[in-house]
């Protein structure tokens, strides 16, 4: 069972940074891979990006390359997204996703959907 | 990019009756894609991946069909606690991409 936790909400002044973490549980880190999804106010999900186990690469989305920082340090099991330049349309709760590793014949499985979710970080950026 | 168009916006339907949404991909995503559902103030949940396998847990009312381009969730009989937001979600390329949701309401 994954049990991913998350920091706190945060207010940041425009043009700021932000940092969110998400702990993980259940797991290292490093047997899942991870992902970032956010919600503005009202409206739906949205990819920001995340780590592809096959290449062992992290993948952004167009619109946050540049903007957005995925990190993960493995001796704490935490991943981290920062978001820097922040604007009021960044104000948006935060996920971190995952699926947990699934054991088949050739050997460890990491599913590309996510279920399992932080509780999410609201980031709220005005002045 | 893969985008997922989902109708209809808004579904209004009565407690009991059945819910088809509608998930259709701009180019196919085989049969990668998955469905969740989210309510007011939580995270999202997983109820479909693979196009049609339910997630552990997720009750047989909910189900799963489609393959390339065109998608459907069905809830053959909707409980009160299914009203909510529900997201497909292609992973079959890179971007990720979400559809906007269909809100599933009281009518």
């Known amino acids: 069972q994954v049990q991913l936790e998350q920091s706190g909400a945060e207010v940041k002044k425009p043009g700021a940074s932000v940092k969110v973490s998400c702990k993980v549980s259940?797991?290292?880190?490093?047997?899942?891979?991870m992902h970032w999804v956010r919600q503005a106010p009202g409206k739906g999900l949205e990819w920001m990006g995340g780590?592809?186990?096959?290449?062992?690469?992290?993948i952004y989305a167009q619109k946050f390359q540049g903007k957005v920082t995925m990190t993960e340090d493995t001796s704490t099991d935490r991943a981290y997204m920062e978001l820097s330049s922040l604007r009021s349309e960044d104000t948006a709760v935060y996920y971190c996703?995952?699926?947990?590793?699934?054991?088949?014949?050739?050997?460890?499985?990491?599913?590309?959907?996510?279920?399992?979710w932080g509780q999410g970080t609201l980031v709220t950026v005005s002045s | 990019e893969r985008v997922m168009t989902q109708s209809p916006a808004t579904l209004s339907v009565s407690p009991g009756e059945r819910a088809t949404l509608s998930c259709r991909a701009s180019?196919?995503?085989?049969?990668?894609l998955a469905w969740y559902q989210q309510k007011p103030g939580q995270a999202p949940r997983l109820l479909i991946y693979g196009a049609f396998t339910r997630a552990t847990g997720v009750p047989a009312r909910f189900s799963g069909s489609g393959s390339g381009t065109e998608f459907t969730l069905t809830i053959s009989s909707l409980q009160s606690e299914d009203f909510a937001v529900y997201y497909c979600?292609?992973?079959?390329?890179?971007?990720?991409?979400f559809g906007q949701g269909t809100k599933v309401e009281i009518k």
């Open positions: 996703a995952t699926a947990s590793p699934i054991v088949v014949p050739s050997g460890i499985y990491r599913p590309p959907y996510f279920n399992y």
């Open positions: 979600q292609q992973y079959n390329n890179w971007p990720r991409t």
């Open positions: 780590f592809d186990p096959e290449d062992g690469e992290t």
């Open positions: 259940g797991y290292t880190l490093s047997e899942l891979p």
């Open positions: 180019q196919s995503v085989s049969n990668n």
